[in-house]
């Protein structure tokens, strides 16, 4: 089947850096995207991986290792307001996307 | 631009109704998705749209059913509403230049319960 694996829950002292993983099961995968959800709001797109390697954008990176099936979210400097759920999504082609369950991120003063 | 905006935001219906969640979006995205989402879960994809009068079948598309007559507008319409389709709701769409996975812009969902 197709699945894309994450943790349940992290968490992380304000200002350290964390890394949240995904490891995906998924015929013909074609790429990896990160999102954000606070409670009780819509997801707010984070990043994307088309291909192997590093992207970066501000204090946010996403890793993708497709022969490792594998791929991380890294937030550094983390606020308070990070706290939230994280999702990964990876595609298959033919525009259907598959988000993980979700990785909830409690940050603590 | 408002974005993509989803109509009502809160809604509960009896077994066996039926009812139409609204989805608009501004941004001339020819791409366009219904995802629901259960509680402490990810998202499933219900429907989507790559254009107007063209949909297909997500993961969950079962009870459900879709059109797009414009670019704007992508309704989802519930037929015999039972308790297994308490959920939010989230319409979401993309820019046919990009990858579809990249940047899929969310409204701000419909939460529905059936009792």
């Known amino acids: 089947g197709q699945s894309l694996e994450q943790p349940s829950e992290v968490t992380a002292v304000e200002g350290a850096i964390v890394q949240i993983n995904c490891t995906y099961q998924?015929?013909?995968?074609?790429?990896l995207s990160w999102y954000q959800q606070h409670d009780g709001g819509a997801p707010t797109f984070l990043s994307y991986?088309?291909?192997?390697g590093l992207e970066e954008t501000g204090r946010f990176s996403s890793f993708l290792s497709r022969s490792d099936s594998y791929g991380y979210l890294l937030l550094q400097e983390l606020q308070m307001k990070d706290s939230a759920s994280y999702f990964c999504?990876?595609?298959?082609?033919?525009?259907?996307?598959?988000f993980g369950a979700g990785t909830r991120l409690f940050v603590k003063a | 631009n408002a974005g993509v905006t989803q109509t009502p935001k809160f809604r509960i219906l009896k077994i066996g109704q039926s009812m139409t969640l609204q989805c608009t979006q501004d941004?001339?995205?020819?791409?366009m998705y219904w995802y629901r989402q259960d509680p402490g879960m990810g998202l499933k994809l219900i429907y989507y749209?790559?254009?107007?009068?063209?949909?297909d079948k997500g993961e969950v598309p079962n009870g459900y059913n879709v059109s797009r007559s414009t670019t704007e507008d992508f309704p989802l319409r519930l037929e015999l509403a039972a308790p297994s389709q308490t959920s939010v709701y989230f319409c979401?769409?993309?820019?046919?230049?990009?990858?579809?996975?990249?940047?899929?812009?969310f409204g701000p969902g419909t939460r529905l319960t059936v009792t």
């Open positions: 979401a769409s993309s820019h046919p230049t990009s990858d579809y996975l990249y940047e899929q812009y």
């Open positions: 998924t015929s013909g995968f074609y790429g």
């Open positions: 991986n088309a291909l192997d």
């Open positions: 999504a990876g595609g298959t082609g033919g525009f259907k996307t598959i």
């Open positions: 941004m001339n995205h020819n791409y």
């Open positions: 749209s790559v254009g107007a009068g063209i949909t």
